[in-house]
């Protein structure tokens, strides 16, 4: 899997200071599938929002505290991972609870953990190794996401907030906040 279907689009790049970052990911990752006619960024974000318009714990309370400048919210893991499912995608949550705890606080962490049946406690960041699995990533102490693929030989590191593609290299585990959701195909 590679980026070559939104690597020509002029529309790579999230608003400064929102909070797409997480539909701009997965909508990457689906659209380059061909799970989309358009890279339906709006849409997906929006079904990431309208999952988390249901939550009736703490997790409202922080999305509700964590508000981009134009007004929109953080995508949380147990969204993301909703939407892909219904869009006929397995997923499974690494996660370092120390590291993300430092990021997110103990009572978010514990909220998601409660709901993500499919996770597994991990130490660091692992790039994909088949081309048949996906990566969306946690970074910049927990409140970015991008999106990591493999294509064969190389891995690729889409990134919404700068609308860059890029080789991935070691560098990258300095920005790894603690947890990056597995997606694989059905």
């Avoid at 505290?65 to 995608?89: D, F």
């Avoid at 397995?90 to 430092?102: A, E, G």
Wanted: glycine share 8%; hydrophobic share 35%.
């Amino acid at each position: 899997m590679n980026f070559d279907e939104i690597n020509n689009r002029n529309d790579l790049t999230q608003l400064s200071g929102s909070n797409y970052c997480g539909g701009y990911a997965l909508a990457s990752i689906l659209y380059n599938k061909g799970d989309f006619e358009d890279f339906a960024i709006n849409a997906i974000y929006k079904a990431i929002q309208d999952v988390q318009a249901g939550y009736n714990d703490f997790r409202k309370e922080f999305l509700n505290n964590h508000i981009g400048n134009n007004k929109s919210k953080m995508s949380l893991p147990s969204a993301i991972v909703s939407v892909a499912e219904k869009n006929g995608w397995n997923s499974c949550i690494h996660y370092n609870s120390k590291t993300l705890m430092s990021y997110m606080g103990k009572e978010l962490v514990e909220a998601e953990e409660n709901v993500l049946k499919n996770k597994t406690e991990g130490t660091g960041y692992l790039p994909p190794q088949n081309e048949k699995t996906a990566h969306i990533v946690l970074v910049d102490q927990g409140i970015h996401w991008i999106a990591v693929v493999f294509d064969g030989q190389k891995n690729w590191l889409y990134d919404s907030g700068d609308g860059t593609i890029i080789e991935l290299t070691g560098r990258f585990n300095s920005r790894y906040a603690g947890l990056y959701i597995e997606l694989s195909l059905k």
